[in-house]
């Protein structure tokens, strides 16, 4: 079944949000948030759709219990989405087990005029018909109609409790077999480090978790099929080679705790100008003094420091990049535009596909909803019509 496209006419939309600030506030946010979804989806009126959710439940998860749910509920029986009469979703409920919580959430919508969709069963290496709407939660491992994993504790030591990992399903439309990958990788925990080499040492985690994530997909366990991964990433800037291309013309001073000597912050100074700051950099804070160079022209001289997906350049294959960097926007609902300035922004949210996917989409019409979608609390999106 690999390798064939899908029947004539088949929309296939890929979506993907980090949804945790949704939770915190879910009266503004949430609605808001819900609102734009919907937009998009009758837009573009696909036959499938994927939305790849991370940070499900926020940060305080048995807290906003109750919000994951009207969250769930809203959605599957939306009059938006009454047409989609089919519906898989599989939450990670799990918050109370270090060793698998991922905070992952994977919904999946079927048109009702789409006919003969099938999804694979890991366990049994079998596909098998969908009907009905479905919510798998709390203990996924069990769960055979996908794969899921937490990254190993190792990975990232420095986090004591990351929920960083990756679910995995297998879907089939009319003989066309593909993977669908929710991911989600880890952070850059301090700015102050991330400066300090280039790459980044949060740079070389990441690749090697993908690098693993990649190397399940195409193990020997299963038939090989086109594969597209999307989530967030983490992927940031250089930020080392973005310093110094931002503050060219600056000066830097170095603030040090007194009783440590540690470097706790740098700030960048105009040489002349009054000496003006231009930069201030901590753990937590970037703070740039103009966020117009984010968002001019989407961000495009910005692109040349997006280095990350480089390393997986004969792998992994990406649309071009039409929109602002995607993270990290303003939790404030009247400040949707705006960037905190807690980190450098960059292009975390992303959707990549495997070399024949790739060829897969390539061969039919393409288009992304672009900045109006993906800038939408760090989500991204995007339609193939197979």
Known sequence: ?????????????????????????????????????????HTHKPHFMALHCQEFGGKNYEASMSHVDKFVKELLSSDAMKEYNRARVYLDENYKS???FTALGSFYFLHESLKNIYQFDFKAKKYRKVAGKEIYSDT??????????KFPQDYFPECKWSRKGFIRTRWCIADCAFDLVNIHLFHDASNLVAWETSPSVYSGIRHKALGYVLDRIIDQRFEKVSYFVFGDFNFRLDSKSVVETLCTKATMQTVRAADTNEVVKLIFRESDNDRKVMLQLEKKLFDYFN???????????????DKELSVFKDRLYELDISFPPSYPYSEDARQGEQYMNTRCPAWCDRI????????LVL???VCCPGPGCRGMWNTGSGLAQW
């Open 1 to 41: 079944m690999a390798g064939k496209a899908a029947a004539p006419g088949t929309a296939v939309l890929l979506v993907t949000a980090n949804v945790g600030s949704l939770f915190d506030d879910p009266e503004n946010l949430q609605k808001n948030w819900l609102r734009e979804f919907y937009q998009v989806v």
């Open 98 to 100: 270090q060793e698998h």
């Open 140 to 149: 996924l491992e069990s769960t055979p109609m996908l794969e899921k994993e």
């Open 291 to 305: 966020q117009e160079v984010f968002r001019d022209n989407n961000g495009t001289a910005l692109l040349e420091f």
């Open 352 to 359: 990549l596909m495997s070399p024949s996917a790739k060829e």
């Open 363 to 365: 061969r039919v019409s």
